[in-house]
């Protein structure tokens, strides 16, 4: 299952940020529509990005293909202050993993990433934008990058559902037996 | 700058409360060429802020949805029955519209006229007829999505404004089921763009009308304040209305007493005075207007103010069938039963919903998962696809028990009372929603499905339509205001929104809300 640039546009128009140029919520009820060359305004520096990529190929299904450059256009395009707040969890979980493992979260395998949000208690963390180090990456982490997958319809497919509660995807799917009909 | 507060030294109508019932009001005279003013005691939430309010609903850890909640808003709840009155209001432009879900039926004919056919709750003082033109205009003020395909609904005259909202998926395996029961299925009007209007897109499916439509495409009472503001109308936010004053007669209305987030108390004059602060404020702003004129509350020589407080009750059946279902990916509804809304068994009136949204929703199932990667999808996957549910809506009748009060031993962050919420059901609305229940059960059992949930009356709960609190009357020993929704007792005191229904039936009120309050602008226009 691959994801891509447009699914994470896609995922933006969820969310309602601003800083995509070129992501539109259409107003004819077809619903979300992403210009193939919208383009996030900011970059994400190199170090957060791979804390964030390693994160997401931990919390994706295994199944999920093109996370890095998915993550990438999604961070970018959320604004400043929410992608500030993330870059800065993501830097104290990279400081935990040099702390354990003396070894960044990007250097980790899948299996010992797992473990240390585990170990950190994240899998169970009340999510909190201000809370304890758990918290804060259950929150601005996990949660961040679960809603921008499951709130998109790429992942959402992967459960049964093209537009999913949070994706503006419009009034014809819920029409149709199967999300094969929309293909077909 | 701080925003200017002070009063209007010439209005013509003070209008308390900017929800649907209000602002209807406010917006219709002030295009007649009014002026008028509308106090409301919360703020404006800015239309930029809806999809920040969205994640606020899907993402746990945000809070802060539409604000209701703390000193302000306290309240207590006394019956035998807990009411939780926050969950079923928003104080703020717009009023509950902001979070409602939007689905805008009319009464049916039966329920204008309950203890005439039937002997049992009251009749109301107008009929059917009286209000079937102000329905019609109520359906334009709201843009309502609707077909003329209900067998059951009262009789109308014209078109729906918007085209209505296509049947789902789900509806149509419902459909069969119901069908061969007896129990025929049709479309459900929408107080909700299925096309561009009024300055809005159509729905874009966002999924989560109730609590927070995003894309504008639900009806919010904030259209009217727009209009009512385009025509001149005075908005004031956070500004609660502390008490009503009357002049050396006590007939009449002098002002509205409302105070400030700056701590500074206004006196807003007005020729008339329209409450719309809904079924609970509206009788606690009567009872703190008690004067030595009206020393059990304004407008309460009846000793009714309070009394036949209403909500519609939930029942509901739900569970998995062996096939897709494709639930969740809208927030409303698009298919309906009225068959047994004006029968006899049960007695009170009682609809069928089919829900397009039972079951879990992924998203929000993730983001509370205490799992990731593969095995939370395997569990999506197992959670998700397969639900239904049929809900439903089920008549209380009228009960004096029933009753908003002002809990003295509480105040509010200004020193007032809070209202208390004495709620209980009878036993005619317990054995309907067992019947209803059998019902739904019926039609579940009819797909082959495993049921999961039933709703039935002992875990049953309001549907947040507060009624019957100042109900409208012809005599003013049995009822607070008079047909034309003035209050008996005071002459240039008007009442809008359904705390003037004497009985609630069991359709969602808005629409019969926004009828009486084009009615009651005629009313008040000629009268001024």
Redesign the interface.
């Known amino acids: 299952m691959d994801l891509s640039r447009r699914d994470a546009l896609a995922a933006l128009a969820a969310t309602g940020a601003a800083g995509v140029a070129g992501a539109a919520v259409l107003d004819d009820g077809d619903g979300a529509d992403v210009s193939a060359d919208a383009a996030p305004d900011a970059s994400v520096p190199d170090d957060g990005l791979a804390t964030l990529v390693a994160v997401a190929e931990t919390v994706y299904p295994s199944a999920a293909e093109g996370v890095d450059a998915f993550v990438e256009t999604y961070v970018a395009g959320l604004p400043d202050d929410r992608r500030d707040e993330i870059l800065a969890v993501a830097a104290d979980l990279d400081a935990t993993a040099r702390d354990w493992f003396d070894a960044p979260v990007a250097d980790l395998d899948r299996s010992t990433r797992d473990g240390l949000l585990r170990d950190l208690g994240v899998d169970v963390a009340d999510p909190d934008a201000d809370g304890y180090l758990s918290e804060r990456i259950r929150f601005h982490l996990v949660n961040e990058l679960l809603y921008a997958f499951y709130a998109s319809p790429t992942g959402g497919r992967l459960v049964g559902i093209e537009n999913p509660i949070a994706y503006p995807g419009g009034t014809e799917s819920y029409r149709r037996a199967s999300m094969e009909d929309e293909d077909g | 700058m701080a925003e200017d507060r002070s009063p209007d030294p010439d209005a013509d109508v003070c209008v308390v409360g900017a929800g649907p019932a209000g602002a209807i009001v406010a917006a219709r005279l002030a295009e007649a060429g009014h002026d008028a003013v509308v106090l409301d005691a919360g703020p404006r939430f800015d239309l930029d802020d809806?999809?920040?309010q969205?994640?606020a609903h899907?993402?746990?850890?945000?809070e802060g949805l539409w604000g209701m909640g703390g000193e302000r808003d306290a309240y207590t709840s006394s019956g035998p029955r807990g009411y939780p009155l926050n969950d079923a209001r928003v104080k703020g432009v717009g009023g509950s519209t902001l979070h409602w879900q939007g689905m805008v039926m009319r009464l049916h004919e039966r329920d204008f006229e309950l203890r005439s056919r039937h002997g049992v709750g009251t009749d109301w003082p107008i009929d059917y007829a009286d209000l079937r033109p102000y329905y019609a205009a109520a359906e334009r003020e709201l843009s309502v999505a609707g077909a003329d395909d209900n067998p059951f609904a009262p009789p109308r005259e014209e078109p729906f404004p918007l085209p209505a909202?296509?049947?789902?998926?789900s509806d149509a395996i419902f459909a069969e089921a119901c069908e061969s029961l007896g129990l025929p299925t049709h479309s459900v009007p929408n107080a909700r763009n299925?096309?561009?209007a009024d300055g809005a897109?159509?729905?874009?499916?966002?999924?989560?009308c109730k609590p927070v439509c995003?894309?504008g495409a639900k009806y919010t009472a904030e259209r009217h304040v727009a209009r009512a503001e385009a025509a001149g109308a005075r908005v004031v936010d956070r500004a609660p209305v502390q008490r009503l004053v009357h002049d050396d007669s006590g007939k009449r209305i002098e002002a509205a007493i409302y105070a400030t987030p700056g701590g500074e108390e206004y006196r807003q004059d007005a020729d008339a005075v329209v409450l719309a602060c809904g079924g609970v404020e509206n009788v606690r702003l009567l009872l703190l207007s008690a004067s030595d004129a009206h020393p059990d509350g304004l407008a309460n020589s009846s000793g009714l103010v309070g009394r036949y407080f209403m909500d519609h009750c939930f029942a509901g059946v739900g569970g998995r069938i062996d096939r897709?279902t494709?639930q969740?990916?809208?927030?409303f509804n698009?298919t309906e039963c009225h068959a047994l809304y004006d029968g006899t068994d049960p007695l009170p009136g009682v609809k069928l919903e089919f829900l397009?949204y039972a079951g879990p929703?992924?998203?929000?199932d993730?983001?509370h998962a205490?799992?990731?990667?593969?095995s939370?999808?395997d569990s999506?996957?197992e959670s998700?696809?397969t639900h239904l549910a049929v809900g439903g809506l089920v008549e209380q009748f009228p009960r004096a028990e029933n009753r908003i009060t002002l809990d003295r031993s509480t105040t509010d962050d200004h020193g007032n009372p809070v209202p208390d919420v004495h709620w209980s059901l009878g036993p005619e609305t317990r054995r309907a929603i067992e019947r209803v229940n059998e019902v739904q059960r019926s039609i579940l059992a009819e797909l082959g499905a495993e049921i999961d949930w039933v709703v039935g009356p002992d875990a049953t709960g309001p549907a947040y339509h507060h009624m019957g609190t100042t109900r409208m009357g012809t005599d003013p020993e049995s009822s607070v205001v008079a047909p034309d929704c003035r209050a008996h007792d005071c002459e240039n005191l008007w009442i809008a929104g359904s705390s003037v229904f004497p009985t609630g039936g069991a359709m969602n009120p808005t629409l019969t809300i926004a009828a009486l309050s084009c009615r009651l602008a005629d009313r008040l226009e000629d009268w001024l």
Do not use: K, Q
Request: proline share 13%; aromatic share 8%; with cysteine.
């Open positions: 809806r999809t920040d969205l994640d899907v993402r746990p850890g945000l909202f296509p049947p789902s998926h299925s096309e561009p897109s159509a729905c874009v499916g966002y999924g989560t995003p894309s897709p494709r969740n990916h809208v927030g698009t397009n929703s992924p998203v929000i993730a983001l205490d799992d990731w990667g593969d939370l999808l999506l996957r998700y696809g």
